[in-house]
């Protein structure tokens, strides 16, 4: 089974698929994280943002693994643990410039593709164009969405729980510019797979979510399930 998860940064993705992943005993991947990490390795290099060529090389060339449960998922970049490094405000910045460069994208994808395909009971996998890119034939597919003053205020406390001093305006307007430029790259935009199931979780706290989550899968296996017998 893959279970596909999409949608706009802070609105809830992360945490959900971890929660589907680990009820449902899939592997988990934070595709997320892949791209932060090789915005890491970019800030770390120096490389200046407009060298794509020497972007997509770092991408290319970065060793990036992600172990663990769901729950206590570690970040992996050429040997070291980034597990807390790529969460930085920074970081999440160059992951969405490194995201619209196509190459990065084809590299990373391809890597993301390898390790859905070969899990033993399958993935969840949340990002922007999983649905849509990724794996276009994802058993199930959802796109989770919120308005822009609740992923930022979620975000907002999830820095504040971390220990980092932000503003919520700050938070507030990188949220925005994310937004802007995740929809409107040539390459792979955030965008709504025909088939994906929409949630807007602006309104509902995260057990809404799962609960409602879960109950489109049981309802598709159990489809899948009884059309599987009367085919026998």
């Known amino acids: ?78 040997g070291n643990d980034v597990s807390t490094d790529i969460r930085t405000n920074e970081v999440g910045q160059a992951a969405s410039i490194v995201s619209t460069i196509s190459e990065v994208r084809r590299i990373l994808v391809e890597h993301q593709r390898t390790l859905g395909e070969t899990a033993e009971n399958g993935a969840v996998l949340d990002g922007r164009d ?32 971390r220990g980092r001093t932000v503003s919520y305006e700050q938070t507030f307007a990188e949220i925005k510019e994310r937004d802007e430029r995740d929809v409107s790259r040539a390459d792979s935009p955030l965008m709504i797979a025909e ?5 807007d979780t602006s309104e509902l706290d995260l057990s809404e979510v799962f609960a ?11 489809k899948a399930s009884t059309n599987l017998t009367s085919n026998s």
């Open 1 to 78: 089974m893959i279970i596909a998860i999409d949608g706009p940064s802070g609105a809830g993705k992360s945490t959900l698929g971890k929660m589907l992943a680990k009820e449902l005993n899939l592997l988990y991947l934070d595709t997320g994280a892949m791209y932060r990490a090789v915005g890491l390795a970019v800030l770390e290099s120096g490389v200046n943002f407009e060298e794509k060529e020497k972007i997509a090389e770092i991408a290319e060339n970065s060793d990036i693994k992600l172990v663990g449960e769901p729950e206590n998922l570690q970040i992996f970049l050429n």
């Open 130 to 161: 999983i649905g849509s890119v990724v794996f276009p034939q994802a058993d199930i597919k959802f796109f989770l969405t919120a308005k822009p003053e609740a992923r930022a205020r979620r975000r907002y406390e999830e820095d504040l729980a």
């Open 195 to 199: 088939d994906a199931v929409v949630i």
């Open 212 to 222: 409602q989550m879960m109950q489109i899968i049981e309802e598709k296996r159990s």
